[in-house]
């Protein structure tokens, strides 16, 4: 864990800076929660961007406040702008209220950092920690993924050993927490992204409609 932890901070201390406006999404999920607790020691102002796409579990809501209020974050809400689409389409629903409104909460920023990790899913499996990315409006920024090679056990030992309360939901079952109608717990021994809308895709489109720039 010690290695583990001294990587997160030398990776964001570089980027850091290196200059330029940064940010983080957070889902509130734990390896956001951890991420986010690693920069606030170094950016305590730092915009936290959460995407509200009015089908949140109340828990992911009240979890928000909580560590809003406790720990006085610059919490940034991005919202669509008059949404129509539903979780019965699924692909679409996930576009308009999720990849649209954070193309448009993005554009102010130029670092980006975020609590992606490999062992979340197949489609992560080779997340490099820094990367520069390009979406299809032409927005570039860097991408920056301070616990990419972290295991859920290192995740919630490090929120363990910093006293940092835990989303009640992962106590139920849940280790993938996205909006509730599409969001269930994963069967023993898949991966921790399998409880997504209903197996039937691993990315909402966040970490897939840029393009990875070498």
Known sequence: MR???AQAARIIDTALDAGGRPCLTCSFQAEDVAVLHLLRARRPEIPVLFLETGY????????????????????????AGAPTLHPDTPSECCHQRKVEPLMAGLAGYDLWFTGLRREQSPTRANLQPDEQHRFPAGLTLRKVSPVYDWTTA??????AANDIPVLPLYQQGYTSIGCAPCTAKPAPGEHA???????????CGLHTVTIKEA
């Not at 290192?154 to 929120?159: C, G, I, Q, R």
């Open 3 to 5: 290695d583990a932890l």
């Open 56 to 79: 949140h579990f109340p828990e992911v809501l009240e979890y928000r406040d909580h560590l809003t209020r406790q720990w006085g974050l610059h919490t940034v809400s991005l919202r």
């Open 154 to 159: 290192e995740v919630f030992a490090y929120l």
């Open 193 to 203: 992204r399998a409880g997504r809308w209903g197996g039937n895709k691993l990315e």
